[in-house]
C-alpha cells in the first residue's frame, strides 16, 4: 500500500511571495492533516480536511488555508510569507478518526 | 501550561535494555493515546496507538495508559541502536480530529 505524498520536497521562497504545497493520502483514506514543525516549536496543528470539507483549523492566521479536492488530494496554500514560516509541513491521512499516516513532508524555507 | 508533556531527554540506554517514555496530559476528555517515532530528518511513524487503560503490547514495544493519572508511557524492551531517535507522544480529543504532540523525547541507544 503507497503511502502519503507530498510535493514539493523542498521550496524556497521570498518573504511576501505565495507558498503552495501538495498531499496526496492513502488509498482509501478520507482525512487529510495539515501540521507544521518548526524548530524548536514542536509540531502543530494546522488544518483537518475530511470529505472535502474544513473540519478544524489550528490557531494559525488566515493566510494559512487550503482545500481537499474530490480525490482526497490536499493542498495547503500559505500567502504573505513570513520569515517564521520557514519550517517543515507535514501532511497526515486517516481513515475517518483513526490513526494518523505521516507523509514525508515539504521543507519550507523562507528567505 | 501545556497540553501534552514530556521529557525532553536525551535518554540514553544500552543496548539490549529497556528504555521507557513517559508523557503526561492535562485534558481529562482525551480519548485516543498515540506514540510516533521520528529519526533526524524524516517525518514521524506511527509506532503504537492505545485507547484503553492498561496495557498494549507490539513486538518489543509496550504502550500503557492510566487515564485516572493522566499518563501514557512507551517501554521499549531490548533496545537496539536502531531505535536511537525522537519519541513523540500525541493525544487526540473526542472532537477535532487534530493531534496534541509534546515536544518529544530524545532517545540514545549505546552498542
Known amino acids: 500500500e503507497a503511502g502519503v505524498t507530498q510535493s514539493p520536497t523542498h521550496l524556497i521562497k521570498t518573504r511576501g511571495q505565495q507558498a503552495t504545497l501538495r498531499c496526496s493520502p492513502i488509498?482509501?483514506?478520507?482525512?487529510v492533516y495539515w501540521y507544521q514543525q518548526a524548530l524548536g516549536l514542536g509540531l502543530q496543528f494546522l488544518l483537518w480536511y475530511d470529505e472535502g470539507e474544513e473540519r478544524n483549523r489550528g490557531n494559525f492566521p488566515p493566510r494559512f488555508s487550503g482545500r481537499q479536492f474530490p480525490n482526497y488530494s490536499s493542498e495547503l496554500n500559505v500567502n504573505a510569507l513570513e520569515l517564521e514560516d520557514s519550517a517543515l509541513y507535514l501532511c497526515a491521512s486517516s481513515r475517518s478518526s483513526y490513526e494518523q499516516y505521516f507523509g514525508p513532508g515539504t521543507r519550507l524555507t523562507v528567505t | 501550561q501545556k497540553e501534552v508533556e514530556q521529557n525532553s531527554g536525551p535518554l540514553s540506554v544500552p543496548e539490549g535494555a529497556i528504555a521507557s517514555l513517559n508523557c503526561t496530559y492535562s485534558d481529562r476528555v482525551s480519548q485516543s493515546f498515540f506514540w510516533y517515532r521520528q529519526y533526524s530528518g524524516k517525518s514521524p511513524e506511527l509506532i503504537m496507538s492505545?485507547?484503553?487503560?492498561g496495557d498494549k503490547e507490539d513486538g518489543r514495544f509496550t504502550a500503557q495508559l492510566n487515564k485516572a493519572s493522566q499518563y501514557v508511557s512507551l517501554l521499549i524492551r531490548d533496545s537496539q541502536p536502531s531505535d536511537s531517535a525522537t519519541y513523540l507522544c500525541?493525544?487526540?480529543?473526542?472532537?477535532?480530529?487534530?493531534?496534541?504532540f509534546g515536544q518529544g523525547t530524545e532517545l540514545s541507544v549505546k552498542p
Open positions: 492505545i485507547y484503553s487503560n
Open positions: 500525541a493525544v487526540r480529543y473526542n472532537q477535532g480530529g487534530k493531534l496534541i
Open positions: 488509498s482509501g483514506h478520507t482525512s
